[in-house]
């Protein structure tokens, strides 16, 4: 389908915003049968009243998770140096990533 840009009138402030295709499209994708009633800067605004008026938090950023200890192993399969994110024991095999993905699909 082919989709051109609308001008639409905020309900808010009343002033004209353009709904473009690829905006159209977009809503489309998403399964959204109405056009949007609010320009772009009353949706902003009014996202932060709300997020305001719900005590809401922002989301954390992957930044603050502590990252992840890797050791190194050798493969048992191919012998190539690797790392894992857990300490190896002796009586159980460690695998790189390549020939994990191998033994995994014989299973």
Do not use: W
């Given at each position: 389908?082919?989709y051109t840009d609308?001008?639409?009138?905020?309900?808010?402030?009343?002033?004209?915003?353009?709904?473009?295709?690829?905006?159209?499209?977009?809503?489309?994708?998403?399964?959204?049968?109405?056009?949007?009633g609010r320009c772009?800067?009353?949706?902003?605004?009014?996202?932060?009243?709300?997020?305001?008026?719900?005590?809401?938090?922002?989301?954390?950023?992957?930044?603050?998770?502590?990252?992840?200890?890797?050791?190194?192993?050798?493969?048992?399969?191919?012998?190539?140096?690797?790392?894992?994110?857990?300490?190896?024991?002796?009586d159980k095999p460690?695998?790189?990533?390549?020939?994990?993905?191998?033994?995994?699909?014989?299973?």
């Amino acid at each position: 389908m082919s989709y051109t840009d609308k001008v639409l009138r905020c309900r808010e402030c009343g002033s004209e915003f353009v709904f473009t295709s690829g905006e159209q499209e977009f809503y489309a994708s998403r399964g959204l049968m109405n056009e949007p009633g609010r320009c772009p800067t009353c949706r902003a605004a009014r996202r932060q009243r709300l997020a305001a008026s719900e005590g809401a938090q922002p989301a954390p950023e992957r930044s603050d998770r502590p990252r992840r200890e890797m050791h190194p192993a050798v493969c048992a399969e191919c012998g190539a140096q690797t790392t894992v994110p857990f300490i190896p024991r002796n009586d159980k095999p460690v695998y790189c990533s390549t020939c994990y993905d191998r033994v995994r699909a014989q299973r």
